[in-house]
């Protein structure tokens, strides 16, 4: 989940078709703690889940180190009208993971985030050697944090000189900006841009696709959290299930599949993170969820 413990279990329930739980489904209650990234809750008593799921030992909060050994700073901001863009989503990590194990696909190239937020995913990207970066968000008020975390890192000698960085809005069905007109890119990425395309899926994956068939972007690769429509119910922990191939009862991932047919794009997967599930002998439960790298293709008619 994003550090958002109100936001993140909301938008759960309301990306499900009906908008809310399947008649029957007992609703835990959770609490999300962000110095672990960890959501916490404590199951009724008696109630014991049936097994761990993945490796707690591999959890992974934030984003990794560089080559280097150096990190990536980001400051993060709650605004007025900034909403959940202003936080670190844990999808990043995810991306910067598969970068660090792509460098190649990175360095010395043009890159292009979109959905950017903090800048994180972009701002890793610069780090890890690309020759230019282009950091864009749909709320203008990230504008001035994602200048903020270019300009601190740089500063700390995170991004070389070498490395071009812009920032700009844009709106996905909107038309680009001054920084982004005319320019062409090696790769466009995005952390969690799937977070709520129930209201902006059409536009997301028809830009997606302008992109890579105009030649604008030669590849787009992005990272999705799975939401699970029953992250919460309770009778879901104890059983501890883990979720079927595609993550069949992610709402989210649902939607966008279904928007990326309806633009003729094709969605691969590249990378997946098993979230996991155990209890402590205090009877809490912590718990993360599944994290995807998907690449996005335009498919083309024969």
């Known amino acids: 989940m994003p550090r958002h413990s109100t936001v993140s279990r909301a938008i759960v329930l309301a990306c499900a078709a009906t908008g809310a739980p399947p008649e029957g489904m007992r609703i835990a209650d959770p609490t999300f703690v962000r110095t672990s990234d960890l959501w916490e809750l404590e199951l009724p008593a008696g109630e014991r889940i049936s097994g ?10 934030g984003l990794p180190n560089l080559p280097t050994g150096s990190t990536v700073a980001l400051a993060e901001h709650e605004l007025d009208g900034v909403g959940v863009g202003g936080s670190l989503w844990r999808s990043a990590g995810a991306l910067c993971r598969w970068q660090l194990r792509n460098a190649d696909e990175i360095r010395g190239k043009k890159v292009l ?3 950017a937020g903090t800048g994180a995913s ?4 610069a780090a ?3 020759s230019s970066v282009t950091l864009t968000d749909g709320t203008d008020g990230l504008v001035p944090l994602l200048t903020r975390n270019a300009e601190h890192n740089r500063e700390r000698g995170v991004i070389g000189a070498d490395t071009a960085v812009a ?16 320019e062409t890119y090696d790769i466009v990425i995005g952390s969690d841009i799937t977070y709520a ?3 902006a899926g059409d536009a997301l994956c028809d830009l997606l696709g302008d992109l890579l068939r105009s030649g604008t972007a030669r590849r787009c690769v992005i990272a999705h959290e799975h939401r699970r429509e029953d992250i919460f119910d309770v009778d879901a922990i104890v059983a501890n299930e883990p979720a079927a191939e595609w993550n069949e009862k992610d709402c989210c991932l649902r939607y966008f599949l279904g928007y990326a047919e309806k633009a003729g794009l094709r969605v691969t997967p590249l990378a997946f993170e098993p979230g996991f599930c155990r209890q402590r002998n205090d009877g809490v439960v912590e718990m993360t969820t599944d994290l995807s790298v998907f690449e996005v293709q335009a498919v083309t008619e024969e």
């Open 113 to 115: 985030e979109l959905g």
């Open 197 to 199: 395309v129930h209201e």
């Open 122 to 125: 972009g701002l890793f990207a």
């Open 167 to 182: 920032i700009g809005p844009w709106r996905f069905g909107e038309t680009p900006p001054a920084c982004a007109a005319g």
């Open 128 to 130: 890890l050697g690309a």
């Open 52 to 61: 761990p799921r993945g490796d707690a030992s591999r959890h992974a909060a």
